[in-house]
């Protein structure tokens, strides 16, 4: 199988965990990692599986990262995962009364984003 890591960071932070993805994923599969600045949506021809990560501006996806995702045809011919990067907390960690708060403020719109697209 042919993997492609794509992803979209400001602090790095995101290229980290991108990197690991790639690193795991390269165990058993060929696998590419791109940065989004080196990247178009025909670049993903010819891969099975896409992940595609971005840092979260706004409460969701990095505006460039909503571009090229919605760029991508409807139906494509490989599988795809996204994941996103923010220090606010989750919605179940149960250290921090405002949690749930927090992180829909900041972070939750990202997992919408995602799911529209997948």
Known sequence: MRVLVVYYSETS???TVAEGIREEASREHETDLK???NVTVEDH???D???IGSACHDSDLARPMIRFLEAIPENPPFSM???YTH???TRD???FKRSEEVFDKWAARGLGT???VC
């Open 45 to 47: 021809h010819g891969y």
């Open 13 to 15: 932070n995101t290229e």
């Open 35 to 37: 940065s989004l600045d």
């Open 49 to 51: 599986f896409v992940f």
């Open 81 to 83: 995962a996204g994941f």
């Open 93 to 95: 960690d149960q250290r």
């Open 114 to 116: 995602f799911e529209e």
């Open 87 to 89: 220090s606010a907390y």
